[in-house]
């Protein structure tokens, strides 16, 4: 089964960025699609950004035009740079490995998850 380890995160002030980056391990089997999840207290699980095996992205629309997802091909690691960050972007985000089909994704394989602290 595939890992997936996630590193990057921290506490930054309001209008800070933070890089954070998922490297994935094993054998990714039935996966064509990568995404970032964040959940944050009281609120539920959103999907922040995705991209698939095509180079298709996605992204909720309150990170567009702050955050973007990227890869490296060559050794598949995915990376989500955070731009311009707000107090509302705190929460643990998780890197995800998954399906995506009829513009819907589908997560399978989780990271453990990194803490992004924006402070006022």
């Known amino acids: 089964q595939v890992q997936l380890v996630e590193s990057g995160g921290g506490l930054v002030q309001a209008g800070g960025s933070l890089r954070l980056s998922c490297v994935p391990s094993?054998?990714?089997?039935?996966?064509?699609?990568m995404g970032w999840y964040r959940q944050a207290p009281g609120k539920q699980r959103e999907l922040v950004a995705m991209i698939t095996s095509g180079g298709i992205t996605k992204y909720a629309a309150s990170v567009k035009g702050r955050f973007t997802i990227s890869r490296d091909t060559a050794n598949s690691t995915v990376y989500l740079q955070m731009n311009s960050l707000k107090p509302e972007d705190t929460a643990v985000y998780y890197c995800?490995?998954?399906?995506?089909?009829?513009?819907?994704?589908?997560?399978?394989?989780w990271g453990q998850g990194t803490q992004v602290t924006v402070s006022s």
């Open positions: 995800t490995a998954g399906v995506y089909s009829i513009d819907s994704y589908y997560p399978n394989y």
């Open positions: 094993g054998s990714i089997l039935r996966v064509n699609g």
